[in-house]
């Protein structure tokens, strides 16, 4: 009867770690949820700083192109 009272306490203790891991990760998701609910959202404010200033269609060339067409046409 020894080696079954030894089992059952190491299924216990099994038991009672897998309970706290569980209450643990509980706990950390908790924390992770209220911290997003207090962060600003990313979109607002002034928006992502790579696209900053870029406005929607064709885009002006960035070797200048354009100035150069301008030249040849006007002599």
């Known amino acids: 009867m020894a080696n079954r ?3 059952t306490q190491q299924k216990r203790a099994r038991e009672r770690a897998k309970q ?3 209450q643990e990760k509980t706990r950390r998701r908790e924390e992770a949820k ?3 609910a207090n962060e600003p959202h990313q979109l607002t404010g002034d928006g992502d700083p790579d696209i900053a200033g870029i406005i929607p269609g064709p885009q002006p060339s960035p070797w200048g192109d354009d100035d150069v067409i301008d030249e040849e046409v006007e002599k």
Do not use: A, M, P
């Open 5 to 7: 009272t030894k089992v």
């Open 34 to 36: 209220t911290r997003k």
């Open 20 to 22: 706290e891991r569980q």
